[in-house]
């Protein structure tokens, strides 16, 4: 005979084998704790088998119609991270933290110790800030934080100046005072070719011009810098040549029709014409050439004519100063008719020589 329970042992062993050796048991009294010298078995729930399923500690379930299912014990589905604390420095930027770069965070960094972000005009510069002086920037550092440089409007050494605070501009591009000779045609300068080429069209930094003392290659012969157009260079900046319509002083006695007389010109008279850049037609005692139209009557070292013939007596006449025949050597013979240039040898009476031999 079977005890009153033994079917319903028979309908949870199997159960319990399935479920493993390691599951959790409530005792029922009734059978006791199942820990005794096998006389009361093993302990489980009471519960209604008329649909073939029993709980196991109240987790786990089998199903007595054989399926063999079992269920695993659950959690109450929260997630795992909810409730841990925000670290700064743990490389994580959390909702409260501005950045975290962890172990980079610093004081000089893009990320402070805090967690909050280096931004410029703190005051602290950071690897992409090289310089931070405030907001309104410094002597050294901008107010974007960049490194003051030239253009950036503050002179700061080794600068001179800063473009754009002159006018006219005398600063250059490289904030040095603007000289002569540096590239940059600044202040009064008319040009700047960044040479000292007095040739070229850019002369002591002004735009080259006849006159400036300086010959332009290629333009100009000449160039003394000067207004005197009677020189070796004319006004034009032409080397003087006979010609050019221009008298070369000390060179030249006309250059083109004379317009002045022989006696203007400090000849004794004629009538003046231009050769080859030489006055000729005019002329001068003691030149050498007996010129009539001058007044000439001889020339001192040419030969000189004899008194007779002039019909006088003596033997040469004499020349005058001013180039005239001075007849004081010759006289006329007694009986002979009186003349105006030649005296008597003795006295004229009534037109005619008397005495004197």
């Not at 199997?14 to 006791?32: D, H, I, K, S, W």
């Not at 959690?75 to 925000?86: I, L």
């Not at 009064?188 to 040479?195: G, I, R, V």
Request: glycine share 18%; with cysteine; proline share 5%.
């Amino acid at each position: 005979m079977l005890r009153p329970n033994a079917a319903r042992w028979s309908l949870v062993l199997p159960v319990l084998f399935a479920a493993g050796a390691g599951g959790c048991t409530r005792t029922n009294p009734a059978y006791g704790d199942g820990t005794g010298g096998g006389s009361g078995g093993t302990a489980v729930d009471e519960t209604s088998l008329s649909g073939g399923t029993g709980s196991v500690d109240g987790t786990a379930s089998a199903s007595a119609s054989g399926s063999g299912n079992t269920s695993a014990a659950t959690t109450d589905g929260a997630d795992s991270t909810a409730g841990v604390e925000a670290v700064c420095g743990d490389g994580h930027t959390d909702p409260e933290e501005q950045c975290d770069d962890g172990d980079a965070n610093a004081e000089d960094g893009n990320c402070y110790l805090d967690c909050t972000r280096n931004k410029c005009g703190d005051g602290n510069p950071s690897p992409t800030q090289p310089c931070d002086e405030g907001p309104k920037g410094g002597e050294t550092c901008t107010p974007e934080c960049t490194l003051r440089s030239c253009g950036d409007g503050v002179v700061q050494d080794p600068e001179a100046c800063e473009p754009g605070q002159a006018d006219p501009e005398t600063c250059t591009s490289l904030c040095t005072e603007n000289k002569c000779g540096d590239g940059e045609a600044l202040g009064d300068e008319q040009c700047d070719d960044f040479n000292n080429d007095d040739g070229d069209n850019c002369v002591d930094c002004q735009f080259a011009f006849c006159g400036d003392g300086a010959t332009l290659f290629g333009d100009e012969q000449c160039d003394d810098g000067n207004d005197q157009n009677t020189d070796e260079c004319t006004n034009a900046c032409t080397s003087a040549i006979c010609g050019d319509g221009i008298i070369f002083a000390g060179e030249e006695d006309c250059d083109g029709p004379v317009l002045a007389t022989c006696e203007a010109l400090g000849f004794d008279g004629g009538s003046p014409q231009c050769d080859a850049c030489v006055v000729v037609g005019c002329s001068t005692c003691g030149d050498g050439i007996i010129d009539p139209s001058a007044g000439e009557q001889c020339e001192p070292d040419l030969d000189l004519p004899t008194c007779g013939e002039f019909g006088a007596m003596g033997e040469l006449v004499a020349c005058a100063g001013d180039c005239t025949l001075d007849f004081g050597p010759c006289c006329i013979a007694e009986g002979e008719p009186c003349q105006v240039d030649i005296d008597c040898c003795g006295s004229c009476d009534g037109g005619s020589c008397s005495g004197g031999g």
